[in-house]
């Protein structure tokens, strides 16, 4: 399927976030990888790091926190895509694998109280 350019094919709106930590745990080689969350939707999230992290084979767990919504620990997330960033860090594209009932409730919690995330309209 062709999707013309410009058009967003995200399923979810996403949150910008700064000063936000996440433990990367790939499973190959038992390290653990410390980022920053750039951005978070209902299906993912996009890590920037400042030293290039292992290529997980194709997914990964993590683990932080987010205010208002509390701890997220050793989540599984697939890795969709991995680049550098407009500022040269390293990031990798992750979205949320089987995501419990716990969890999707406590992330739908933070975009709650993040009024920018239900009232964006797109302007045409």
């Known amino acids: 399927m062709n999707v013309p350019t410009g058009v967003e094919r995200r399923r ?7 000063n936000v930590i996440i433990e990367l745990s790939p499973p190959t080689d038992g390290k653990k990888y410390t980022g920053m969350i750039r951005d978070i939707s209902l299906g993912g999230m ?9 290529k ?4 990964a767990h993590v683990t932080f926190i987010l205010p208002s919504a509390g701890v997220f620990s050793y989540i ?8 550098r960033d407009k500022e040269g860090l390293y990031a990798l594209g992750l979205e949320f694998v089987n995501l419990n009932a716990e969890d999707r409730a406590k992330l739908e919690r933070f975009f709650q109280n ?9 302007e045409s």
């Open 12 to 18: 979810y709106k996403r949150v910008p976030l700064q």
């Open 76 to 83: 599984k997330m697939q890795v969709m895509r991995e680049t």
């Open 114 to 122: 993040h009024a920018n995330y239900y009232n964006q309209q797109d």
């Open 56 to 59: 997980p084979d194709e997914f």
């Open 46 to 54: 996009l890590i920037a790091f400042e030293t290039q992290p292992p």
